[in-house]
């Protein structure tokens, strides 16, 4: 959480905007079908919007996301983690499966 926001996400005002929107989504994410976890804005929240009710609380700048898919949107499309490769005990990059 950035430091500017976290009296936002601490706010019984958000609290109450995220169980609403979590409920109405049934609790599924909104890309993969999987357990929903994280109520997302799709426009960031920036110091100069955070007042912004539009941008904050606005259901259509919302989306539920799991985990993952959460991770993929902050962490890029996933181009700059590989699947077929893992860390070895002594922390060397190996290929899995070898």
Sequence with gaps: MK??????????????CRYA???????ICERCSG????VHHIEYITPNNIQ????TSNHDNLELLCQ?????EHLGSGDSTRDDVMFDVD?????KGV
């Design 91 to 95: 922390g060397g990059l190996v290929e």
């Design 52 to 55: 912004d009710v539009n941008i």
């Design 3 to 16: 430091p500017f926001a976290t009296k936002f996400y601490k706010s019984k005002s958000w609290r109450n």
């Design 21 to 27: 929107y979590f409920v109405a989504r049934h609790g």
């Design 68 to 72: 993952d898919c959460h991770n993929k």
């Design 35 to 38: 357990a929903g976890k994280i």
